[in-house]
């Protein structure tokens, strides 16, 4: 049996949509992307238009896909190789150019990544609703590229391991992120443009922590626990503002903000911020 495993199953042929003008055909693919001798996994996701949800279970197979699409409107990718024990896995959906304008077409994604494999994920994301689970998964690194998006990613359960650098460069997007002190992260970097971001970086924070935020004419709102030490680097002018809410700082000079017992602290986080013509608000609760 060849050890590339990746099944691909049509489930009942087609599926026919019914609109006030003609019936749209669409189809639905399973497939199984798996092989033998994968210690490491490097996924890249390029998505154009639609939803697309990723979740994580306990599996010994690498990635489980399921698709809902329209195959007049909508072209699809995959493909896994594996060399030396590291997997590289290749996943894309594109829309048809003369098809951008019309809503008429199906293109859902849900793909389930093992919690078994170290995993390194770079995600492009354009037009489309996204909601990430990626809770309980050995992060290495995440990258994601946010074009007209609504996403939401989740961090419910701990990294197993320490997520070396997340970015995230997110246009005229709306974006949260829950849990994400779960994702152990040792820098964050944040490119906002003229979309609204509200990040809750509440949760166990191990040694220092460097969040890099860089926002157009976007807004974002960042929620930390109230007993984090912390350190903020950043200014505000007629254009832009960078406020701070329910924590307690000394201006240790110019643009420099620190907590008490930010110097004697193991734990925590240090904020490089700068605001061109929108906002940052940072949030001290419990």
């Given at each position: 049996?060849?050890?590339?495993r ?18 749209e ?38 990635a ?84 007209a ?21 997110c ?16 820098m ?10 509200e ?88």
């Open positions: 049996m060849n050890s590339l990746i099944c691909i199953f049509i489930i009942a042929g087609l599926v026919l949509l019914v609109s006030p003008t003609v019936a055909r669409v189809e639905h693919v399973e497939e199984i992307l798996s092989e033998d001798g994968i210690e490491e996994l490097e996924i890249q996701i390029d998505f154009g238009a639609g939803v697309i949800e990723i979740t994580t279970e306990e599996m010994e197979e690498a489980k896909l399921d698709i809902f699409y329209s195959p007049r409107y909508v072209d699809y990718e995959t493909n896994l190789n594996v060399r030396d024990g590291r997997g590289r896995m290749f996943l894309e959906s594109e829309i048809s150019k003369h098809h951008w304008d019309d809503n008429d077409f199906e293109n859902e994604w849900n793909l389930t990544l093992s919690k078994k494999y170290p995993t390194s994920l770079d995600l492009d994301i354009g037009a489309c609703k996204a909601r990430f689970d990626l809770s309980g998964i050995p992060l290495v690194d995440l990258q994601i590229d946010v074009g998006a609504d996403l939401e990613i989740e961090f419910n359960e701990p990294n197993p391991g320490r997520l070396r650098e997340l970015n995230i460069d246009g005229a997007s709306s974006l949260e992120i829950i849990g994400l002190a779960n994702a152990r992260a040792e964050m970097d944040f490119d906002i443009g003229a979309g609204s971001c990040i809750d970086l509440r949760g166990e924070i191990e040694g220092e922590v460097e969040v890099d935020i860089d926002v157009g004419v976007g807004s974002m709102d960042v929620i930390i626990s109230r007993d984090i030490a912390v350190m903020i680097r950043g200014d505000d002018d007629w254009f832009s503002s960078l406020d701070f809410h329910g924590m307690r700082l000394d201006e240790v000079r110019d643009g420099v903000w620190m907590s008490e017992d930010f110097d004697e602290a193991e734990d925590r986080i240090v904020f490089t911020v700068d605001v061109s013509m929108g906002s940052v608000d940072i949030y001290a609760r419990r």
